[in-house]
């Protein structure tokens, strides 16, 4: 059991190696700070604060109204010019000798670093990094900490995360803005810096992103959250990453903070929105420069409006090696703007370039109804790299007869027998369970023996999904992997009449990831009854799984007793709190929760203080349990 075992001699070693280190380079960098006298850092804070209300006013008085727009579609309100000037002549050299001094000792570590074995002792040694250079609440508002941690991650791992640059507690930002250009001549002085995923969640300043990305060439990776994206970032990204192979925009509605002048820049070098636009209709086509040239994923939401749908067709058309476009992070796919995405986006980027590479087909049961037997062949043919279909099974009223509900699951079974690719199907349920049935069962018996992933949903409080579905699923799909369940709530689960403590869901040895989770608002006071559901679903689940690798699932404050009650044998758990923001679990029902499962050896905790976390996380450090802040990717962070 990982969680009551010592953690390796690695382990512990490593763990105190490093936190000696980051404790001597925090007291280093403490000292090179302390040696600047405070009156030339207020004065030139004074400076630069009559500076930013300068510049902010010059900005203001040259804004046209006439030019703003108020239908969501124009582009998004551009930052003023950076407004940190150049400090005097006493400031500038107490500054440059404590980046000096601070780089010599950062840059020392590296060196000892690089000089280590390839071998298990680097990564025992470069996972205590990771842990140990997060920055622990009780020093939320530290500046020291925040940069002798980031210092150390950016020269040491390859993977980083960079946290928000405001405390948890007073909200104020952690690096003060005399700081901001001095920074990013200090990580200009580390490069070249080894990183090649880098993940930003909260506000930081874009100076200090982008100097980050200036100074790591080899970045394949990058993910952003919502405070994060702007513009002038992306340009950057597309400036110093050559590399960039996937790319991660944590926004429900990207269009509000990216300009369609931006975006072009950012993708499509000197195109202008217009010209971009122009280029995707005219015949023959234009040749057009694209800035990311191995660009194989990209995450930017969906929805309906015309802008980020040219997006997406350029994006699609123009980008060939493109695989991916669509949000893994999101919920719910099918009421959030998917369901016209084949229509509105890939049959135009099929008109535009022919052959996409993408994937992952959206496409709805209305509009499969309505296509030809050609325009069915040319949407099969276009796409020869699709492994996964995603339906919505809901349809009109006037497509909702026995006869057009049959035509549209000949239409799916037409295209698994098309693409013999096809592995994975998404499938979101609609009101009547025969209905669905109608839709899938002819696709599933098509692709029974080759399906491996396989999710159903309820995505909106008007359907329910039966679990004689999801049996009848299991019985069907010899082969079947991952299995995922999403309801909006979980009185959407239609259960047998008369539920005993199990249901009767066949055993697959093949079965090693289950997910079950609920989208919509929690409950605070969940009845005995629904709590009992909900585990007795749960466990039945695990019962049909004997080697079940992953488990993941949501829970509310109304069912928090599940806690205490559930055991399984899986290696991997994820725990969504589900309106984590208002409530917590406590301490002990999560110990609980980990010593009810005797094989885990890592435990992934989704919108969870970050209070809790730590306490949590550091009860456990010298076990071999591992514990994760966030979703089974560890992006969204909580």
């Given at each position: 059991?990982?969680?009551?075992?010592?953690?390796?001699?690695?382990?512990?070693?490593?763990?105190?190696?490093?936190?000696?280190?980051?404790?001597?380079?925090?007291?280093?960098?403490?000292?090179?700070?302390?040696?600047?006298?405070?009156?030339?850092?207020?004065?030139?804070?004074?400076?630069?604060?009559?500076?930013?209300?300068?510049?902010?006013?010059?900005?203001?008085?040259?804004?046209?109204?006439?030019?703003?727009?108020?239908?969501?579609?124009?582009?998004?309100?551009?930052?003023?010019?950076?407004?940190?000037?150049?400090?005097?002549?006493?400031?500038?050299?107490?500054?440059?000798?404590?980046?000096?001094?601070?780089?010599?000792?950062?840059?020392?570590?590296?060196?000892?670093?690089?000089?280590?074995?390839?071998?298990?002792?680097?990564?025992c040694l470069n996972a205590a990094v990771d842990r140990l250079t997060e920055v622990h609440p009780k020093d939320d508002s530290d500046f020291v900490q925040h940069l002798s941690k980031l210092c150390l991650k950016l020269v040491l791992l390859t993977e980083v995360f960079i946290d928000r640059d405001y405390g948890d507690r007073d909200k104020l930002c952690v690096v003060p803005s005399v700081w901001v250009n001095w920074m990013v001549e200090l990580i200009k002085s580390l490069e070249p810096l080894p990183t090649k995923v880098l993940s930003c969640y909260g506000a930081m300043y874009p100076g200090i992103v982008e100097s980050v990305l200036k100074a790591a060439p080899n970045i394949r990776e990058l993910n952003l959250s919502h405070l994060n994206i702007t513009d002038d970032l992306l340009v950057a990204a597309s400036k110093f990453c050559p590399r960039l192979e996937r790319l991660r925009l944590l926004h429900c509605y990207p269009w509000l903070v990216l300009s369609r002048q931006g975006f072009a820049r950012a993708f499509f070098g000197d195109q202008s929105y217009e010209n971009l636009v122009k280029c995707l209709k005219i015949k023959p086509k234009q040749r057009v420069e694209i800035q990311f040239a191995n660009l194989k994923q990209i995450e930017l939401s969906y929805g309906p409006v015309r802008i980020i749908s040219d997006f997406h067709i350029a994006l699609l058309a123009l980008y060939k090696n493109l695989n991916l476009i669509y949000s893994e992070w999101k919920f719910n796919f099918f009421d959030e703007g998917y369901e016209n995405f084949c229509e509105d986006v890939?049959?135009?980027?099929?008109?535009?370039?022919?052959?996409?590479?993408?994937?992952?087909?959206?496409?709805?049961?209305?509009?499969?109804?309505?296509?030809?037997?050609?325009?069915?062949?040319?949407?099969?043919?276009?796409?020869?790299?699709?492994?996964?279909?995603?339906?919505?099974?809901?349809?009109?009223?006037?497509?909702?007869?026995?006869?057009?509900?049959?035509?549209?699951?000949?239409?799916?079974?037409?295209?698994?027998?098309?693409?013999?690719?096809i592995h994975s199907i998404h499938a979101n349920v609609s009101k009547d369970d025969w209905h669905t049935r109608s839709i899938l069962i002819p696709f599933i018996l098509t692709r029974a023996s080759s399906l491996i992933d396989i999710t159903l949903e309820a995505c909106s409080d008007s359907e329910q999904l039966s679990t004689s579905l999801v049996k009848l699923v299991l019985e069907t799909c010899p082969q079947v992997e991952r299995l995922r369940l999403k309801v909006w709530n979980r009185s959407l689960i239609r259960l047998p009449t008369a539920t005993s403590d199990t249901l009767a869901f066949p055993q697959r040895s093949t079965l090693s990831e289950i997910w079950l989770h609920e989208g919509g608002p929690g409950e605070i006071e969940g009845s005995l009854s629904s709590c009992r559901l909900w585990l007795v679903l749960l466990n039945s689940l695990l019962s049909s799984a004997p080697n079940i690798k992953t488990l993941s699932f949501t829970i509310c404050?109304?069912?928090?007793?599940?806690?205490?009650?559930?055991?399984?044998?899986?290696?991997?758990?994820?725990?969504?709190?589900?309106?984590?923001?208002?409530?917590?679990?406590?301490?002990?029902?999560?110990?609980?929760?980990?010593?009810?499962?005797?094989?885990?050896?890592?435990?992934?905790?989704?919108?969870?203080?970050?209070?809790?976390?730590?306490?949590?996380?550091?009860?456990?450090?010298?076990?071999?349990l591992q514990i994760h802040w966030g979703t089974l990717n560890n992006w969204p962070r909580s």
């Open positions: 059991m990982a969680w009551c075992t010592a953690a390796s001699l690695e382990d512990l070693s490593s763990l105190t190696v490093v936190k000696a280190v980051v404790s001597a380079v925090n007291y280093k960098v403490k000292k090179a700070l302390d040696s600047i006298p405070k009156q030339l850092l207020v004065q030139h804070r004074n400076k630069i604060v009559k500076e930013c209300t300068e510049d902010t006013r010059a900005v203001e008085n040259s804004v046209n109204p006439s030019s703003m727009h108020t239908d969501g579609r124009g582009d998004a309100p551009q930052g003023s010019r950076s407004c940190h000037s150049c400090p005097d002549s006493a400031t500038t050299c107490c500054l440059e000798r404590a980046k000096q001094e601070i780089q010599v000792s950062v840059l020392a570590v590296k060196g000892f670093w690089m000089k280590l074995p390839k071998s298990g002792l680097l990564r890939i049959i135009e980027a099929m008109s535009v370039s022919g052959t996409l590479s993408i994937d992952n087909l959206f496409i709805k049961a209305d509009y499969l109804h309505e296509l030809s037997a050609d325009g069915l062949d040319r949407l099969v043919w276009h796409c020869p790299l699709l492994t996964t279909l995603r339906i919505d099974c809901r349809t009109t009223q006037a497509r909702s007869s026995a006869a057009a509900v049959k035509k549209i699951g000949c239409q799916l079974a037409h295209i698994a027998r098309g693409r013999k690719t404050e109304g069912l928090i007793n599940i806690l205490v009650k559930l055991h399984s044998n899986v290696e991997r758990m994820h725990v969504h709190f589900l309106d984590g923001h208002e409530w917590q679990p406590s301490e002990n029902q999560l110990h609980a929760l980990i010593s009810n499962q005797p094989k885990l050896q890592c435990l992934f905790l989704e919108e969870i203080s970050g209070d809790l976390f730590w306490k949590v996380q550091q009860y456990y450090e010298q076990t071999q």
